[in-house]
């Protein structure tokens, strides 16, 4: 299974930064050098909300995950880079989630795949790798 092109950037969904920042196998691909991630405000935000989850359910404290998702190699971007294809995103992702609405617009704006374990990206007329998928594609 090879990605249809070489993999440079990847549109990073907030599941997929808790699960790195939680020291899961999402981490490993954080640590590939080749690959830019980047991420919106909206879904920084998003992390920050589901911190206190996440730290009870691992045992981490929250101060251990808010040092690990600094460490992360992302580039954020802000709604107003993108602005103009939330309409569209949204419209891809009617019925959905529509938190994912921002990540979609990013990854459209960038003509770049979005990396996520959520399904409802499923049907957004782009590219989507799971961390499982990530993982066998670069051989980690």
Do not use: C
């Not at 879904?43 to 996440?54: S, T």
């Not at 103009?84 to 617009?105: C, H, M, N, P, T």
Request: net charge neutral.
């Amino acid at each position: 299974m090879q990605a249809s092109s070489p993999l440079k950037k990847l549109a990073t969904d907030a599941n997929v930064i808790l699960s790195a920042i939680a020291g899961k196998a999402a981490l490993r691909v954080f640590l590939k050098k080749d690959i830019e991630f980047i991420t919106t405000q909206f879904n920084i935000a998003e992390v920050r909300e589901y911190l206190h989850v996440i730290s009870q359910q691992y045992a981490i404290s929250e101060e251990i995950m808010e040092s690990q998702l600094k460490l992360l190699p992302l580039k954020i971007y802000p709604r107003h880079f993108y602005e103009g294809f939330v309409k569209e995103a949204s419209k891809r992702l009617s019925g959905r989630d529509e938190d994912d609405v921002e990540l979609l617009a990013l990854a459209m704006k960038l003509e770049i795949p979005i990396w996520s374990n959520d399904r409802d990206f499923r049907h957004a007329e782009i590219e989507v790798y799971t961390t499982a998928r990530l993982l066998k594609i670069l051989g980690i």
